[in-house]
């Protein structure tokens, strides 16, 4: 049994002369913005995971390089394309917002 609230006819054509014009259309744009957002959200999360991974990767070729004496090219090759990956993601954390690092930083030698 369904309730006249569970089922809405579908709003057909407004006209902007129609009172509840502004109303219908902000409502709208905020449904367009919430989908926005929750897309940019998943987005971040996936980069996150990503980032994770990569770092988890990074810490076995340290790990390697101080047990086995890897190249220490390898290691230099991999945190310079994880820097360049935490600066991608400052940047699309900075378009939706958020605060961005100016600089990466960097650890005592």
């Known amino acids: 049994m369904t309730t006249s609230a569970q089922v809405r006819p579908a709003p057909g054509p407004v006209s902007p002369s129609d009172p509840k014009y502004p109303v219908l259309f902000l409502a709208a744009q905020i449904r367009a913005l919430g989908d926005l ?3 940019l959200t998943l987005r971040l999360l996936d980069m996150e995971d990503r980032l994770g991974c990569l770092e988890l990767q ?38 939706v917002g958020r ?11």
Request: proline fraction near 6%.
């Open 37 to 39: 957002m929750e897309t």
């Open 58 to 95: 990074l810490g076995r070729l340290v790990g390697h390089s101080d047990q086995a004496g890897v190249d220490s090219a390898a290691v230099l090759d991999l945190l310079e394309q994880t820097d360049e990956r935490l600066i991608r993601l400052e940047a699309f954390a900075g378009s």
């Open 99 to 109: 605060p961005r690092l100016t600089q990466a930083p960097t650890s005592p030698a």
